[in-house]
């Protein structure tokens, strides 16, 4: 059964940088197209970044475009979301997801993903 599993999270300082690792088990990264979500204490859970198949399309939410950087390295199984210039409304757990197997776009909706990671968590505060 494929499996994905976070990490990478921890305490940080606002204007650090963190990076966030997804890496798949059971399966073939190549096969399925990544998102990254976020929920915070009382929130709803967002979609902050995807990644397709190829790695040719991407997507990032308006309030970590220019700071978030998402990848995959297939020789890794593994994606990447590298974090920069962390705020403190960053804060959160962050989930690795995957679309169903062969879908080939991302999407930034949750519902469109079958397969999630157990969370890592992210805190940024002085």
């Known amino acids: 059964q494929v499996q994905f599993v976070e990490s990478g999270g921890g305490l940080v300082q606002p204007g650090g940088s963190l990076r966030l690792s997804c890496v798949v088990s059971?399966?073939?990264?190549?096969?399925?197209?990544i998102g990254w979500f976020r929920q915070a204490p009382g929130k709803e859970r967002e979609g902050v970044s995807c990644?397709?198949?190829?790695?040719?399309?991407?997507y990032y939410v308006d309030s970590v475009k220019g700071r978030f950087t998402i990848s995959r390295d297939s020789t890794m199984s593994t994606s990447y979301l590298q974090m920069n210039s962390l705020k403190p409304e960053d804060t959160a757990v962050y989930y690795c997801?995957?679309?169903?197997?062969?879908?080939?776009?991302?999407?930034?909706?949750?519902?469109?993903?079958?397969?999630w990671g157990q969370g890592t968590q992210v805190t940024v505060s002085s």
């Open positions: 997801a995957a679309r169903p197997k062969y879908a080939y776009v991302c999407k930034a909706d949750s519902k469109d993903y079958n397969h």
């Open positions: 059971g399966g073939t990264l190549r096969d399925y197209a």
């Open positions: 990644i397709d198949r190829s790695g040719g399309s991407t």
